[in-house]
């Protein structure tokens, strides 16, 4: 046995495992209380329509400023979200706090918008996922059509069991999206059973569009063959206006990228909207 526990302890003092380890804990601990301290944000990034170029929605992404100035991107803290559970209270928290900010967008004067909240696996996967979306709805009175759930493709493998799910989503009047569209393993011809609004064309395609035919190739069949099921295509990740022009080109319904904004804070958004979009309540 002390051989054993002699072993165990060796195994712990690996120094590199042990800052690991260490770190993980620590992260998880104050990202079990980044909720009650308030250090969570949401960023909204712009989505333009092409045809005519016009701001017609935000997608919303989640920042956690986790104390002294120190922000961590959701690359770095979903995947232990999702891990811990952590991701159901998070989530929660991201489609409510996206929806207040879109009702009172509404009410200052601002024409609708449609409002994309990023959903993990494991809340798509979540039993009273449906019954959650329609309590906030009814909590902060943001009309549904207006909001969009995005999900990865790994998320439908399951074809039956996702189809009925968005199925009722669609039901309460809630728009769904296949984010980082291209990436995962579904195919263009499943898509089809599947009740979705939008296809968001991942943006490992579109940054080398210019230059790499395998990726221009990919990106016309999919908006051809999205196209032809009656789903609208948005490009991820548009940082010029050689991408943008190809898009335009090859009749891309939408674009989202740095090239027309980058994630900012809700006044940040706002002040852009005045620009494009005058408000309607003040005259
Ligand atoms: P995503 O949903 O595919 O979001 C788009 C990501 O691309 C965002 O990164 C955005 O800042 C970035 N991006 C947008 N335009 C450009 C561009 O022109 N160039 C480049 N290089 N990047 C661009 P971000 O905000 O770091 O989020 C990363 C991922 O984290 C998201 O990818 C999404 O999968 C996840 N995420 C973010 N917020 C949430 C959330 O509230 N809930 C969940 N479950 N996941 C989230
Ligand atoms: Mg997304
Ligand atoms: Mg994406
Ligand atoms: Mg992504």
Sequence with gaps: AAKEAGKDTYALYNPQSETKDGDRILLE?????????????????????????????????????????????????????????????????????????????????YEPFIMAVNLSPRQFRQQNLVELVRDILRDTGYPPEYLELEITEGMTLDVESASEKMRQLRELGVQISIDDFGTGYSSLNYLKRLPISRLKVDRSFVRDIESDLGDRDIVKAIISMAHNLKITVIAEGVENEEQLSFLQENDCDEVQGYFFGRPVPADEFERGMDIQNVPRGGE
Excluded: M
């Design 29 to 109: 601990n104050d990202l079990r209380k980044s909720l009650e301290r308030n250090e969570l944000q949401l960023f909204y990034q712009p989505q333009v329509s092409l045809f005519p170029t016009r701001r017609i929605g935000a997608e919303a992404l989640l920042r956690w400023n986790r104390g002294h100035a120190q922000w961590i991107s959701p690359a770095d803290f979903i995947p232990l979200a999702e891990e811990t559970g952590l991701i159901l209270p998070i989530g929660e928290w991201v489609i409510r706090t996206a929806c207040e900010q879109g009702k009172r967008w509404i009410d200052a004067g």
